[in-house]
């Protein structure tokens, strides 16, 4: 209750925080994994803002009390290969050796 005759109540808590830049990328996740387990009980749910290594803003549901991402945030990663030598067909029973090789920098 918020006010005196139980008119008012609350229904959603929002907290922002933003990480340091001193903290390591690889620390990151586990620090806010620690920061909202500490926490869960108060914030069900978090919404994480980040800018993926390619440079995309993005951002994830997770619950916080085990850091699992909610269905609706996981998302597919898409990237556009050219630079092919001859042109490719529309649709091949095997994968192209080409495209292979394109592809094969995307995975690392």
Known sequence: MLDTHGYV???????AVKLGD?????RRVPTLS??????????EKARIAFTDPDGLQRNV????????????????????IDGFATPLEQ??????????????????
């Open 9 to 15: 109540r609350e229904v959603r808590k929002t907290l």
């Open 22 to 26: 001193e903290v390591d990328r690889q």
């Open 34 to 43: 620690s920061f909202f387990q500490q926490r869960s009980p108060s914030y």
């Open 61 to 80: 549901k997770v619950n916080t009390a085990d850091f699992s991402i909610e269905a609706d945030s996981v998302f597919v990663k898409r990237s556009v």
């Open 91 to 108: 649709a091949y029973e095997a994968l192209n050796p080409d495209i292979i090789e394109k592809m094969r920098p995307l995975l690392t």
